[in-house]
């Protein structure tokens, strides 16, 4: 089953996220993920979450590909990239659905 990674963050230094970026999207996409969106933060409308400036939606094949991307012994010099090159880090899975019937339903 499909799984979107919403990666919101802030670029703590830039050098070190062009260094994750430049290899990040083939990678991404070897291990079954496709960038569906990237965004610059605009405004806060609602919601109590801090704003994060950078925004990329990330639709993955699975959660297996998701877990073997960021598992990848070839990569292990590429996700430091990351986690240095950003601060404020939200990483969050999502299921996938057709509709939101499977949680209108458990809601009720």
């Keep these: 089953m499909p ?18 970026a430049r290899r990040s999207t083939a990678e991404v996409e ?11 933060f605009h405004e806060a ?7 994060r400036s950078v925004l990329i939606l990330v639709e993955w094949e699975s ?3 998701f877990d073997n991307y960021r598992a990848d012994p070839t990569l ?3 996700h430091p990239h ?3 090159g ?5 990483w969050h899975l999502f299921d996938k ?11 009720g």
């Design 76 to 78: 292990h010099d590429l």
């Design 30 to 40: 070897r291990h079954g993920g496709h960038v569906v969106a990237l965004g610059k």
């Design 63 to 65: 959660r297996q590909a």
């Design 97 to 107: 659905l057709d509709d939101l019937r499977p949680i209108l339903k458990a809601a």
């Design 3 to 20: 799984v979107y990674a919403l990666n919101l963050f802030d670029v703590a230094d830039r050098d070190e996220y062009l260094a994750y």
């Design 86 to 90: 950003t601060r404020s880090y939200i």
């Design 82 to 84: 990351r986690e240095n």
């Design 45 to 51: 409308v609602q919601g109590d979450i801090s704003p």
